[in-house]
């Protein structure tokens, strides 16, 4: 457990997460591997994990009619996945491709929606990561629309 700890730890997600914070984590997170060509989350479908990628490369993107599925964002090593475990009605609002061999710590979504009703100071540091990482996505996308309208 001391580990998985020091593991989480070392993310930049993690980073300002209190010790007992981070002993709560590692209590609701499971290792998972995912080969190249496999979804790990698909549109529409239940969510039922956050997922933290310790390593590989995701192509999060949608199916876009007449052209398949298209990547919208790349994530790799340090980056979080999947932010609509905390939107109702619970539902993934992008899919994920394993782009290579890809390992993640998978999250408990359903035990983190309590945690954070239950702690609110958990709730709040939480919340201040997930902000972080979703301005950072939609610069990211901000700055591909200006470059493909280039």
């Not at 981070?22 to 209590?27: A, Q, S």
Request: glycine share 8%.
């Amino acid at each position: 457990m001391e580990s998985l700890k020091q593991t989480l730890a070392k993310y930049a997600f993690f980073k300002d997460f209190e010790p007992c914070h981070l002993h709560f984590m590692t209590e609701c997170a499971t290792e998972a591997h995912f080969d190249t060509g496999q979804y790990i989350l698909r549109e529409g479908e239940e969510v039922n994990h956050l997922y933290l990628i310790c390593q590989g490369k995701v192509a999060l993107g949608t199916v876009v009619s007449g052209r398949g599925f298209t990547t919208l964002q790349t994530l790799g090593e340090g980056e979080i996945l999947g932010l609509s475990w905390l939107i109702p009605p619970y539902r993934w609002h992008f899919s994920a491709l394993v782009i290579i061999p890809t390992l993640v710590m998978a999250f408990d979504a359903r035990r983190l929606r309590e945690k954070c009703e239950a702690d609110h100071d958990f709730g709040y540091e939480f919340l201040k990561q997930l902000a972080l990482v979703v301005g950072q996505r939609l610069k990211a996308t901000r700055m591909r629309l200006n470059v493909q309208g280039s």
